[in-house]
DNA sequence: CCTTCCGTTAGGCTC
DNA sequence: GAGCCTAGCGGAAGG
């Protein structure tokens, strides 16, 4: 395709605020918090509505450059080449694409309202084990969650369990880490000394990483294996009952 | 465009290994590590030459649902639309995607072999330092990287300054956390306990975080001000002076 | 395989 | 805007 002609569809098709898909030989070059350089390629350019640009290569998952939304894009026909750019003000960042050839360009007005919708991530996990305490242990009582500890952060769930000792839960959707375990360790140094009397402290995941496992031993932290599948399959079950008693 | 011959055309293109867009109306489902639900509307999707798949909505940098690399693709003509499935089995996953509509289905035989090259990254500053040791202060020597310390993982730069004093320094390309502060405190303590001498700390980054600050003086951490894009001019200057002098 | 750590992480939330 | 944290994080390197 010429290269002018190509220029006027991406400018036309930026005008009408459209999704536009460029396939043809290209370099890029990015400077910003980084910099990079791509020589030239045969690739796909994505530019979203809403001033997204993604470079993709033709393997991989991820885009090899790119700009989030909000970036300003230009368009130039010039000696090399038809040049894309994507400035973004803050971070200070540019995104500069120079197509050799431009195999095809397209671009559509799409519309889609649809709502997304996630399901067996933490906060669900969370949900799950505020609505059936029992996933921790029984006679668990929850008190707060996100209850803020000074200097550490915020406490998943925070309760009392059935003889009164204060407890601290850590809530991950994945295997546990030794980070995680050190986290976890610091709100309950927190709450010691904001209570003067040391909680207990349980990990609640699908598994736990083998070098965290003598961290639990070494600090009497508790394991309770909870998965977000299982979590998730509890709200749908409160859920139906719910509808079914209303 | 009749879904059989789009159901035609993604075949082919999925023998072939071309990179395959179809831009339809399409609901998407997915279950694995989580699960999500996206009703029905206008989009993109992408399936590349090594089995990665992406739904891009309208608007966002990222993907709202895809699949890494080598997952198996299916299509499938159904009553209620056109299926097409990418499973992955470790862990074990699966995207479907259902389109009602197809606009276009369009796929390349993309060439690619360019390499990819970033700078200013944290590699980038470490080499720098390593090469040009007084960016942390005059006299200081490095003498190994990428010290493993027992327990806690490894220090990016290990060294002496001119008083003979240990010195371990961490680097980050952005702004030094709370986090970064207490990890390369725990490569103190570990140093401390394998030389039976303290060490000097030094944070290397851009700027640190308000909430870093106070660490720094508790724990008599130094902050050395160092930026990914200077690192990056600096090896840029030794490189044309090692031309220079060849 | 598992673990660790970086990333132009992005994105969402709070302050 | 800065700070904090999660993510289906992805990806790479090392054991």
Redesign the interface.
């Known amino acids: 395709m010429e290269l002018a002609k190509a220029e006027e569809l991406v400018k036309e098709a930026l005008r009408a605020r459209r999704?536009i898909?460029i396939?043809g030989l290209m370099?890029v070059f990015y400077e910003g918090?980084?910099?990079?350089?791509?020589?030239?390629?045969?690739?796909?350019l994505?530019i979203?509505?809403?001033g997204?640009i993604?470079v993709?290569?033709?393997?991989?998952?991820e885009p090899?450059n790119?700009?989030?939304?909000g970036s300003k894009i230009e368009v130039l026909l010039r000696e090399d080449g038809l040049l894309i750019e994507a400035r973004r003000p803050s971070p200070q960042e540019i995104l500069k694409v120079l197509f050799h050839e431009v195999?095809?360009v397209?671009s559509?007005k799409?519309?889609?309202?649809?709502?997304?919708?996630?399901?067996?991530?933490e906060e669900e996990m969370k949900k799950a084990i505020l609505l059936e305490p029992s996933l921790i242990e029984d006679g668990f009582k929850p008190i707060e969650d996100e209850r803020r500890v000074s200097e550490s952060g915020f406490i998943d769930v925070f309760g009392v369990d059935s003889s009164g000792n204060l407890v601290v839960v850590e809530i991950k959707?994945?295997n546990a880490t030794t980070e995680d375990i050190k986290q976890l360790l610091s709100y309950v140094d927190g709450i010691e000394k904001e209570f003067g009397k040391r909680p207990r402290a349980i990990i609640a995941a699908p598994g736990i990483q083998k070098s965290a496992t003598r961290l639990l031993k070494t600090y009497g932290v508790e394991f309770r294996c909870v998965t977000?599948?299982r979590c998730?399959e509890i709200l749908q079950r409160k859920k139906g009952l719910d509808k079914f008693l209303a």
């Open positions: 999704l898909l396939v370099e918090r980084a910099a990079s350089t791509l020589g030239p390629g045969e690739r796909l994505i979203k509505q809403d997204s993604l993709h290569r033709p393997s991989g998952y090899v790119w700009q989030p939304p195999f095809d397209y559509f799409l519309n889609d309202s649809a709502e997304f919708a996630m399901y067996a991530t959707r994945r977000p599948k998730h």
